[in-house]
């Protein structure tokens, strides 16, 4: 049972976690991070291996009830339109996002200003633009400036990725209809870059790097973190963070993978364990002093869950576009629908992303119950003729409103491998999400036709969509309705930390990576401003 | 692993499930069902015990499209395993992949002047000026 007192204990080592990580030790800050997965080596990966898509299917999906690892928890998504999606690992997430690498827009942070909707964040876009700056810098980000979807900007380290024949095919469409459009910014390599090799384009990305060039943060932090004295336990699930009798955080009981449980003090504790990782575990941190969960004095912690609910059209051409070439993520963006119309009949927007369409076995799941010709026979070599290099898909990334009906919960039932709570999610697209999906998709389709689809395809909602969690401990200056302050600080208990997306206030449509690391930033760059006249390091 | 009757109702059943085609071949007549169908179990074996079941119930016997027929009608998620490992044998085989003109991830490192080689493109959108929404301050 270990009880060095660290000066900040971390509770998840992903996104989040390793900004905070890297930059705390480099100041010379005392830091341990408690990570319930492990480390990934590349070997493990399989985008480099025929095997690809086979293991896309189970052990490198992005849900965890599907993976079923040690590493992860389960998740009761039976109350849930859409399923969430993480991965448990040194780096977390990164491991396995597509590295769509999105700033928000100047009207992100002001949504109930401008459109009389939700709430404005208690800082405004300039006030996150230094931050944006160091981080395309230390992820090593491609892209191009002067995106007229956006305010002037530092440009990128590094020059765009190409956007290849899907994204110039795109782009013609785009254009053919006069809409905006622009090269995707992508935390990937165009040029060796930092020790990390130049993107491949094998298209895997999403399956973890084989060639450990993306930006994951087990390749762009934490060596740092590790050389400048950060400590990392791996394989330590945190079943709960403890407080002293004056109600502050004082450190955490975390168990191993041979069950055993340990102690961790610290001074100060910071959450980072994603949007849905971490309400629970401040709902599983009962005490006398927080009788409702840590940092829970306003009733929301778990709640105003948002997870972008994400809607696509296919379209499919004569052409051959080598449609598995990477990145899997996004060869252009268009932000033409982004910002609120009142005539289409709801608010806020959505960034589309035009993507590859993968391998041969694609998304090919388990079929039944239809009709057997629908999807075998003579049709299964015609679905693959058809879609396979001569297609790219259209994405939507629907800014999802907060609702304080959609929330994460501790399962009365559902237990994970150490016995822990498991979370359970409720949540329902609302009526402007289902206004704002359907519109989109019209409009796509009239992108894909202008673009020369021969046919097109639609999915009006995707269940395994739940990359981005965000909102259930959303910051604030109003302790009663908020969660945190503007510094990620609990209202509640000003030694503890939130800095993953469960601080946002609004989902944005863009992808959060980018913005949840800026936001680590800001606030790890105040603590040490600070640092000495509070509690905080 | 199958055993060779197990091994064998695969292929009947799969056959029907991916036909031959053109220049493609059906599920065996690539040989998908010897060691691409153990690859994929190797790789999933969770799937092992819930295939063994399924192809039990198809096993009998007679035509094995009447009997593909019947487990989707009655049995569908034994019919959409038994998809689901059939295609991903199939789709491993190497000639396979080369009769679809796919080669495979292959590694294909931008070159510079691929990186900006629509700039013609660009230009409309350029052209027409700014178009995010400024909030008041």
Not at chain 1, 292 to 299: E, F, Y
Not at chain 1, 316 to 335: H, N, R, T, V
Not at chain 1, 393 to 405: F, H, M, N, R, V
Not at chain 2, 61 to 84: F, H, K, S, V
Request: aromatic residues 8%; proline residues 7%.
């Amino acid at each position: 049972m270990s009880t060095d007192e660290a000066e900040v204990l971390i509770i998840g080592a992903g996104a989040s976690g390793a900004v905070a990580a890297k930059h705390l030790a480099e100041a010379g800050v005392g830091v341990v991070c408690l990570e319930q997965g492990g480390q990934v080596s590349p070997e493990e990966f399989y985008g480099d291996k025929p095997e690809w898509e086979v293991m896309s299917q189970r052990r490198w999906h992005p849900n965890p009830n599907v993976r079923g690892l040690e590493n992860d928890y389960p998740v009761d998504t039976s109350e849930s339109d859409v399923n969430p999606l993480m991965y448990n690992a040194v780096g977390g997430s990164t491991v396995l996002y597509a590295a769509h690498w999105q700033r928000f827009m100047p009207s992100d942070f002001r949504v109930r200003s401008l459109d009389g909707v939700a709430d404005d964040w208690p800082f405004a876009c300039e006030d996150l633009e230094p931050f944006y700056d160091i981080m395309d810098v230390e992820m090593g980000v491609s892209g191009l400036v002067g995106d007229p979807a956006y305010p002037p900007m530092t440009p990128p380290p590094l020059p765009p990725m190409p956007i290849g024949p899907i994204g110039k095919l795109a782009a013609r469409g785009m254009n053919e209809l006069g809409w905006h459009w622009w090269p995707a910014p992508q935390a990937i390599p165009s040029r060796p870059y930092r020790g990390r090799g130049q993107c491949v384009r094998r298209g895997s990305c999403m399956q973890g790097c084989a060639d450990q060039a993306k930006g994951s943060t087990d390749l762009t932090h934490w060596p740092d973190a590790i050389r400048h004295g950060a400590r990392l336990i791996t394989g330590a699930r945190v079943r709960e963070i403890t407080t002293s009798p004056s109600g502050l955080a004082d450190g955490a009981i975390w168990i191993d993978r041979e069950g055993r449980e340990h102690r961790q003090k610290a001074r100060n504790v910071l959450v980072c364990a994603n949007g849905v990782g971490t309400p629970r575990l401040l709902l599983n941190s009962v005490s006398k002093a927080h009788p409702n969960g840590l940092a829970n004095a306003s009733g929301l912690v778990g709640r105003n869950l948002m997870m972008h609910p994400y809607a696509a059209v296919v379209g499919y051409f004569d052409e051959p576009l080598e449609s598995w070439m990477g990145p899997a993520g996004q060869a252009i963006q268009s932000m033409q629908f982004y910002e609120t119309d009142e005539t289409r009949g709801f608010v806020r927007g959505a960034k589309w992303n035009a993507m590859p369409t993968g391998g041969p076995l694609g998304m090919r799941s388990i079929h039944g119950g239809g009709p057997l010709e629908s999807a075998w026979g003579e049709n299964f070599h015609r679905g693959t003729e058809r879609r396979l290099g001569r297609s790219f898909e259209w994405g939507i990334i629907a800014e999802d409103l907060p609702s304080e009906d959609n929330r994460v919960v501790l399962d009365p039932e559902l237990r994970d491998g150490d016995g822990v709570a498991a979370p359970k999610i409720i949540y329902r697209n609302s009526e402007n999400t289902q206004k704002l999906i359907a519109f989109h998709l019209e409009r796509q389709k009239e992108a894909m036709a202008a673009s020369g689809a021969r046919a097109i395809s639609l999915t009006t909602l995707m269940r395994d969509c739940g990359w981005h969690l965000m909102g259930t401990c959303r910051m604030g200056t109003n302790p009663d309705r908020s969660v945190v302050d503007q510094w990620c600080r609990a209202h509640d208990v000003p030694n503890l930390y939130i800095l993953d997306g469960s601080v946002f206030v609004t989902s944005s449509g863009f992808n959060p990576t980018a913005t949840i690391c800026a936001i680590a930033l800001r606030a790890v760059a105040h603590m040490l401003e600070t640092r000495g006249a509070t509690e905080a390091v | 692993m199958l055993s060779d009757a197990e091994r064998k109702t695969l292929g009947a059943i799969a056959d029907v499930l991916i036909p031959a085609y053109g220049e493609m071949p059906s599920f065996s007549q690539s040989g998908a069902h010897n060691a691409h169908t153990d690859r994929v179990l190797e790789l999933r074996p969770e799937l092992l015990d819930a295939l063994k079941a399924a192809l039990a119930l198809g096993g009998g016997g007679g035509d094995a499209g009447e009997i593909a027929e019947m487990l989707n009608r009655d049995q569908p998620d034994a019919i959409g395993l038994i998809g689901l490992v059939a295609s991903s044998a199939y789709y491993l085989d190497a000639d396979i992949r080369t009769k679809l003109g796919y080669p495979g991830q292959l590694q294909r490192p931008p070159v510079e002047d691929e990186e900006y080689d629509y700039e013609d493109l660009l230009q409309p959108v350029i052209a027409r000026g700014p178009i995010f929404r400024e909030p008041p301050k």
